[in-house]
């Protein structure tokens, strides 16, 4: 009787240690799905939005990334990109800055370098001048110097073509411009996939790379008379010292496009990229795109 007792405590031992280890194998087996669970997709308020892994292009959020929309400013991340693209490029070479560029803003209301007519300004700082405040007398002045003809007017859509092969060579079916810095006539327009894969493009350009992520910036410039001034600019992307991270790329806004962001930042040697379209205030887009690299660096 003694052994049959024995022998059912035995057993019953060995049940109680094969349950046991069932339970750990299986809370170990919750506690990794719990960990791989994916992190709740973010809302927002701009109508489109995209965000990828620079590394490897992965998509890692989509909200009508492919609808076409007006892009305000951004577009002139595609203007630097052609500039930086020319062939045997001297980022030091001087423009004359023209009255026409002056008028330009004038007549648009449009966010200005506040360029001075007659000042020589090298193209590295009409690049700033470019990206930091947006400037629009700048982009006239790169498409004018870059665009090839006979007349400003030549000049300028012949750059504007420029820009359009550009982003038909990277594959973009849904991005046309007729603007060299978004102020269009109704068909400049793109998509938040699109944008994100010209600004990752863009990105590629340690000189792009280093304008972009630069807060402010005090340049010197030749004056009309053979003296010099100073052109103080700053960076119209509040990411900038305002998300850890932060390393670009560009505000735009506009009646169409209201308020949009190309947006990039790194954490651990890892790059996210990405781009809010048609938000609905200047403090919503800042809001939607750090929400966008917050939940990208999770995944």
Known sequence: MKHGITGIRRASVAATVTLTAGAVLAGGAFASTARAAAPPKPKITAKGGFVMDSGTAKTLYGK????????????KV?????????????????????????DYIVKNTAS???????????????????MLPSGCDAAYALADKFGSGSTRAARVKSFIGKMNASAKSLG???????????????????TPRDL???AASAMKNSTFRTV????????????????????????TNPLLGGYSGAIGVKTG????????LVFAATRKGRTVIGTVLTSSSAANRTS????????????
């Open 196 to 198: 994100t894969k010209i």
């Open 112 to 130: 200005s370098a506040r360029l001075i007519v007659g000042d020589k300004v090298t193209v590295r700082q009409l690049l700033y001048g470019l």
């Open 64 to 75: 009508a990334a492919d609808t076409r929309r007006s892009t305000g400013s951004t577009t």
């Open 78 to 102: 595609m203007t630097a990109k052609v500039v930086l693209a020319q062939k045997n490029l001297n980022l030091d070479s001087k423009v004359k800055i023209q009255k026409a560029y002056s």
């Open 212 to 235: 972009v992520k630069t807060k402010s910036t005090k340049q010197k410039v030749t004056t009309k008379s053979g003296g010099y001034r100073y052109m103080s600019w700053s960076n």
């Open 172 to 190: 973009l079916k849904n991005t046309h411009f007729d603007s060299f810095d978004g102020i269009g006539s109704g068909s400049n327009y793109s």
């Open 288 to 299: 939607d795109a750090k929400k966008l690299l917050d939940y990208a660096f999770k995944k």
């Open 253 to 260: 806004s506009g009646p169409s496009a209201k308020y949009c």
